[in-house]
């Protein structure tokens, strides 16, 4: 309980209340081993489901066959939940266990009982929602870019800002590549052709624009 309090859907809630709301609806712990699917991309909604231990990610197959990872979901963080009412209420996504992971399920009408019992709880998933929806906006407009280069420079400016400052990358090439759908040599190629051309200063994990008009020319082409 004390670790839903950290779950953005009992945000503001006291872990005592949690149980008490818990105690109330049906729900179930499940297990799941590293690599299993926990959820395929155009299943229905079924549940809620939480992540309680270990974690995830959300990967699409592109027509080639290969995986691009959208994100890892770390606890206690919901999966999937702006998904789960609706006419198509399908999973967007591949859930696949990055470990060995803790999964709380919660059937929709459960969800709908604690929304009906606790103002707080509705609120949240409302607000959970909307910032779903315009992170999966955003996360369509940088898949749009075709080019690796375009891919980079939506990235950058994204990190950077109004401001041209010193961007720390938080991710390593390889997860970076794995988010672009790329190779990790050819995303290493292309930070290179952009340096070498004086559009970035890339050393290490640390990258400067230093030629912002020609970064978003990248997204032109």
């Known amino acids: ?9 009992f945000k503001g809630i006291d872990y005592e209340v949690i149980s008490q709301l818990l105690n ?5 712990v499940k297990k799941y081993e590293k690599d299993h699917m926990i959820a395929q991309s155009g299943e229905e909604c ?6 309680l231990k270990g974690s995830v990610k959300g990967e699409m197959i592109d027509y080639s066959g290969k995986a691009i990872k959208i994100e890892d979901i770390e606890p206690p963080r919901p999966l ?25 399920h919660i059937p929709k009408k459960s969800v709908v ?7 707080a709880v509705l609120n949240n998933f409302m607000n959970i929602i909307s910032s779903k929806t315009q992170f999966l906006s955003d996360k369509i407009r940088f898949l749009s870019f075709q080019t690796i280069r375009g891919k980079i420079a939506h990235y950058l400016l994204q990190q950077a800002g109004p401001v041209d400052g010193e961007i720390l990358l938080s991710k390593s090439q390889e997860e970076l590549a794995n988010m ?38 990248q997204l032109k082409k």
């Open 180 to 217: 672009f759908g790329v190779t990790r040599p050819s995303l290493g190629r292309a930070l290179r052709e952009l340096h070498n051309e004086g559009v970035i200063e890339a050393k290490g994990k640390s990258i400067k624009i230093a030629n912002r008009e020609a970064l978003i020319n």
């Open 46 to 51: 079924r549940s809620l489901m939480i992540v």
């Open 24 to 28: 109330q609806i049906p729900y179930q």
């Open 113 to 119: 009982s604690m929304m009906q019992l606790n103002s």
């Open 1 to 9: 309980m004390e670790l839903l309090t950290k779950c953005p859907l």
């Open 80 to 104: 999937a939940i702006a998904f789960l009412f609706g006419k198509n209420n399908t999973c967007p996504v591949n859930i696949v266990a990055n470990k060995s992971v803790e999964i709380l």
